[in-house]
Nanobody
Framework: QVQLVESGGGSVQAGGSLILSCAAS????????VGWFRQAPGKEREFVAG????????YYTDSVKGRFTISRDNAKNTVSLQMNSLTPEETAVYYC????????????????????WGQGTQVTVSS
């Protein structure tokens, strides 16, 4: 069992940056692929970025490519999401999730593959 806790959310103006962190407890995160998802008010949850257990493979939704960077520090049992040039449309609750199955590339998008979820952290981007 893996427990995930997100942190780093907050309020920022359009064009600003935030770094989200996903910390794991219970088991080492190094065995899990990790994804970041977000859910805006009135919308379905969507994939944002993912990273394989080793960190050798990452995948991003098109809208964040070049602006967001996902990384992991297995020694610290954390995965981070650096978000730059944020837009108001990216206001959402951001969730991290862990998948026990090996995921890489396009497979990181598959929400159904993620067994463990954090409670989410709110990101608000004002114009």
């Amino acid at each position: 069992q893996v427990q995930l806790v997100e942190s780093g959310g907050g309020s920022v103006q359009a064009g600003g940056s935030l770094i989200l962190s996903c910390a794991a407890s219970g088991r080492t995160l190094s065995s899990y692929g990790v994804g970041w998802f977000r859910q805006a008010p009135g919308k379905e949850r969507e994939f944002v970025a993912g990273i394989s257990y080793s960190g050798s493979s990452t995948y991003y939704t098109d809208s964040v490519k070049g602006r967001f960077t996902i990384s992991r520090d297995n020694a610290k049992n954390t995965v981070s999401l650096q978000m730059n040039s944020l837009t108001p449309e990216e206001t959402a609750v951001y969730y991290c999730a862990a998948a026990s199955a090996y995921l890489s590339g396009r497979n990181l998008v598959e929400e159904r593959m993620y067994a463990y979820w954090g409670q989410g952290t709110q990101v608000t981007v004002s114009s």
